[in-house]
């Protein structure tokens, strides 16, 4: 088996630079000597990713719009990690600023890159329990969403037909399921 090896950077350079996201537009040179140009990178902060289920099995989700594809998607609760912040405190947050539920327990279920293929950042995901409301929304200024206790029934069929619109959602919503155990058919 060949041995893959990383591309020579050509050039670089930044065409876009702002809070939300970096573009690099760039000139590479593949193992066997092909050019790919121009290839744009992309990079965004990691953000923290929620699952909270209730005793019940309903789960906590959060729906707002999504400008790339043009409508309204049921998401978990999620958010951007600000610089020097830890995952957990700002899963912590963004439970408590979208929802304003607290958890008792988080447990960490996985990292996942977004999209590999020319993206660096991570959905930090965890499963929080124990969950009790303990104010109101505290949104950002850009934030526009709403939230409300999805019945396992709902979560199951938005599960099987891409209805959460995020990879990342689905598979810590199935890891979670995994780790509560199934209790789907009681």
């Known amino acids: ?59 906590l989700t959060v729906s707002q719009y999504r ?10 609760p999620a958010g951007m990690i600000e610089a020097g912040e830890d995952p957990l405190a700002a899963a912590r947050r963004e439970l408590r600023e979208e929802t304003g539920y607290e958890a008792e327990a988080f447990r960490h279920l996985f990292d996942l890159t977004i999209n590999a293929a020319y993206s660096d950042n991570k ?11 303990v104010t109101g929304q505290q949104l950002d200024e850009t934030e526009n969403l709403d ?10 069929e938005n599960l099987h037909s891409g209805g959460f619109g995020n ?9 979670s399921l995994e780790i509560l155990g199934d209790k789907t058919k009681s």
């Not at 350079?13 to 000597?33: A, F, H, M, P, S």
């Not at 959905?123 to 969950?131: D, M, P, Q, S």
């Open 1 to 59: 088996m060949k041995e893959l090896k990383p591309w020579e950077v050509v050039s670089r350079k930044t065409v876009i630079d702002c809070k939300w996201l970096r573009v690099d537009e760039g000139i590479y040179r593949q193992q066997n000597g092909a050019l790919i140009e121009p290839f744009y990178s992309e990079y965004r902060p990691d953000f923290a990713v929620v699952c909270a289920f209730d005793r019940e099995m309903n789960l």
């Open 67 to 76: 400008m790339g594809i043009g409508r309204v998607l049921p998401e978990m």
């Open 123 to 133: 959905a930090h995901c965890f499963l929080a329990e124990g969950l009790r409301k």
């Open 147 to 156: 939230y409300r206790w999805m019945p396992i029934g709902e979560v199951m």
């Open 167 to 175: 990879g990342f959602n689905a598979a810590a919503i199935y890891r």
